[in-house]
């Protein structure tokens, strides 16, 4: 029985990579194991969040660690812990910020949808520089006393989201300017989790607070860690569900509780990741790349590059020539409309990825067929 098919809701071939719009991730099977063995029972979940975390903690090497409903709740949840610490009257306050350090800054290249994560905890963001180039001189003339942090998007530096190079500040510049100005580094790297040397790269950096989507690891769609320095990873955890239930405290965190079952995911696919062999996952990846490449070598009005790595793993991209009757865009929303649906990532007006991932390899021709009959 397919649940899906059940209820009507039309199957989607996944070749976007882990995406909180397509469910995030299918999960291996070692850890579908250890969520219906956690199913099975009961559990006091103020132990089983702290033992985990402290695993977790182990696992990438940071001095503390807090698993969290995604890594946009862990960017709130670290926010708070940095305008409050322990101080319980404060954290009962949240989110009305009178009286605290509250002002978060962030580089105006770097702004993306996700940053709204950092003012849920009442804290204001002040973008500084502009769309072309951020200075020192920027971030530091907007450091006063309401300063608490500095918000970090990895990558940010080199491509926007738009694809178009910047000069923003790079991490080791942010990190310099925050620690002579006695201010926390609060990173989001949600699916920077690959190569693995990723997970512990900018705590060893030295950034404060490290926000990541367990979904890129393997774990379930609404999941994340929060890692870094227990000053402010001790702080979160006490505006989190667990200090709402157990520490008695009116914190914002109560409408991010999770499930026993995803604190358990979370762990397991971490250990997972950390541990498992991915030459041998990118080349299963790459396998299915060069399947779909043979199988699309015939259509007319593309180029198809190589297999790439993207993100966590490979990608095909298919370029568009000026005879092609429409856009990326326009493909995209072609591959979209059928029944099973393909979701496609958009590269620019003329490109598509496509991720192997997240596809399974007898969906290929499917996907290949759709594309010959779309642009043949």
Same mark, same amino acid.
């Given at each position: 029985?397919?649940?899906?098919?059940?209820?009507?809701?039309?199957?989607?071939?996944?070749?976007?990579?882990?995406?909180?719009?397509?469910?995030?991730?299918?999960?291996? =099977?070692?850890?579908?194991?250890?969520?219906?063995?956690?199913?099975?029972?009961?559990?006091?979940?103020?132990?089983?969040?702290?033992?985990?975390?402290?695993?977790?903690?182990?696992?990438?090497?940071?001095?503390?660690?807090?698993?969290?409903? =995604?890594?946009?709740?862990?960017?709130?949840?670290?926010?708070?812990?940095?305008?409050?610490?322990? @101080?319980?009257?404060?954290?009962?306050?949240?989110?009305?910020?009178?009286?605290?350090?509250?002002?978060?800054?962030?580089?105006?290249?770097? /702004?993306?949808?996700?940053?709204?994560?950092?003012?849920?905890?009442?804290?204001?963001?002040?973008?500084?520089?502009?769309?072309? +180039?951020?200075?020192?001189?920027?971030?530091? $003339? %907007?450091?006063?006393?309401?300063?608490?942090?500095?918000?970090?998007?990895?990558?940010?530096?080199?491509?926007?989201?738009?694809?178009?190079?910047?000069?923003?500040?790079?991490?080791?510049?942010?990190?310099?300017?925050?620690?002579?100005?006695?201010?926390?580094?609060?990173?989001?790297?949600?699916?920077?989790?690959?190569?693995? &040397? $990723?997970?512990?790269?900018?705590?060893?950096?030295?950034?404060? %607070?490290?926000?990541?989507?367990?979904?890129?690891?393997?774990?379930?769609?609404?999941?994340?860690?929060?890692?870094?320095?227990?000053?402010?990873?001790?702080?979160?955890?006490?505006?989190?569900?667990?200090?709402?239930?157990?520490?008695?405290?009116?914190?914002?965190?109560?409408?991010?509780?999770? @499930?026993?079952?995803?604190?358990? %995911?979370?762990?397991?696919?971490?250990?997972?990741?950390?541990?498992?062999?991915?030459?041998? /996952?990118?080349?299963?990846?790459?396998?299915?790349?060069?399947?779909?490449?043979?199988?699309?070598?015939?259509?007319?009005?593309?180029?198809?590059?190589?297999?790439?790595?993207?993100?966590?793993?490979? =990608?095909?991209?298919?370029?568009?020539?000026?005879?092609?009757?429409?856009?990326?865009?326009?493909?995209?929303? +072609?591959?979209?409309?059928?029944?099973?649906?393909?979701?496609?990532?958009?590269?620019?007006?003329?490109?598509?990825?496509?991720?192997?991932?997240?596809?399974?390899?007898? &969906?290929?021709?499917?996907?290949?067929?759709?594309?010959?009959?779309?642009?043949?």
């Amino acid at each position: 029985m397919n649940i899906y098919d059940e209820i009507g809701v039309k199957k989607v071939i996944n070749t976007l990579g882990n995406s909180t719009v397509l469910g995030g991730n299918t999960t291996s =099977g070692e850890v579908k194991e250890a969520i219906e063995s956690a199913s099975n029972n009961y559990v006091d979940m103020k132990e089983l969040t702290d033992t985990c975390r402290k695993l977790v903690a182990d696992l990438i090497g940071s001095e503390s660690a807090l698993i969290t409903p =995604g890594a946009a709740s862990a960017l709130s949840l670290a926010t708070a812990g940095a305008m409050t610490g322990t @101080d319980r009257t404060l954290i009962e306050q949240i989110p009305d910020t009178t009286g605290m350090k509250n002002e978060v800054i962030i580089q105006t290249q770097l /702004r993306v949808p996700y940053d709204k994560a950092i003012e849920v905890a009442g804290a204001k963001l002040i973008e500084v520089g502009s769309s072309e +180039k951020t200075s020192v001189e920027h971030i530091t $003339n %907007a450091i006063n006393n309401n300063t608490i942090a500095i918000h970090y998007l990895p990558g940010g530096e080199s491509v926007a989201s738009s694809g178009k190079h910047t000069n923003a500040l790079d991490i080791e510049t942010i990190i310099k300017i925050a620690k002579d100005n006695n201010i926390y580094v609060i990173v989001d790297a949600a699916g920077q989790v690959y190569p693995t &040397d $990723n997970l512990t790269k900018y705590i060893k950096m030295g950034a404060d %607070a490290v926000a990541y989507g367990a979904k890129y690891f393997g774990a379930l769609n609404g999941t994340g860690i929060l890692v870094g320095k227990s000053e402010i990873i001790e702080a979160a955890r006490l505006h989190s569900f667990i200090g709402f239930e157990f520490e008695k405290l009116r914190s914002i965190g109560r409408s991010m509780k999770m @499930d026993k079952e995803d604190v358990i %995911a979370v762990y397991v696919a971490l250990k997972q990741w950390m541990t498992m062999n991915h030459e041998e /996952r990118i080349e299963i990846a790459e396998k299915k790349a060069l399947l779909l490449k043979d199988k699309i070598s015939s259509v007319s009005n593309i180029s198809i590059s190589e297999p790439d790595i993207s993100g966590t793993t490979i =990608g095909l991209k298919i370029t568009l020539n000026e005879n092609c009757p429409f856009n990326a865009d326009q493909l995209s929303e +072609k591959l979209a409309s059928g029944n099973p649906s393909i979701w496609a990532r958009g590269d620019d007006d003329t490109s598509v990825i496509f991720r192997m991932g997240t596809v399974n390899e007898e &969906d290929l021709d499917i996907v290949a067929d759709k594309l010959k009959e779309i642009l043949n």
